[in-house]
């Protein structure tokens, strides 16, 4: 069974980090791209990163370009995004997601075949 796990989520007050990681099993994704997207009460999911499958190119929301990093190891088989100079408005639930096979248009979360379950990301002003 194909599982993808975030962990690291938190409350943090704005301008500190937090580092969050997914944890893939049943299968690798070292050749697979992945994505972090995030969902807001009352909004729709948003794309936050993304990374190609030999972490070559990566890619970033307009609104977390230079606060934000996705990397990953291949060999832990997990992805991460460290956050930095957190803003209230970074507050949501952020998701996993692994796409099967390369489609155009990495910032579309129906590009993604398998999701984490979530993890909270509260920040306080």
């Known amino acids: 069974q194909v599982q993808l796990v975030e962990s690291g989520g938190g409350l943090v007050q704005a301008g500190n980090s937090l580092r969050l990681s997914c944890a893939a099993s049943?299968?690798?994704?070292?050749?697979?791209?992945m994505g972090w997207f995030r969902q807001a009460p009352g909004k729709e999911r948003e794309f936050v990163a993304a990374?190609?499958?030999?972490?070559?190119?990566?890619y970033y929301a307009d609104s977390v370009k230079g606060r934000f990093a996705i990397s990953r190891d291949n060999a832990k088989n997990t992805v991460y995004l460290q956050m930095n100079s957190l803003k209230p408005e970074d507050t949501a639930v952020y998701y996993c997601?692994?796409?099967?096979?390369?489609?155009?248009?990495?910032?579309?979360?129906?590009?993604?075949?398998?999701w984490g379950q979530g993890t909270q990301v509260t920040v306080s002003s």
């Open positions: 997601a692994a796409a099967l096979y390369y489609r155009s248009g990495y910032y579309n979360p129906g590009n993604y075949d398998y």
């Open positions: 990374i190609r499958w030999n972490a070559g190119t990566t």
């Open positions: 049943g299968r690798s994704f070292s050749r697979n791209d």
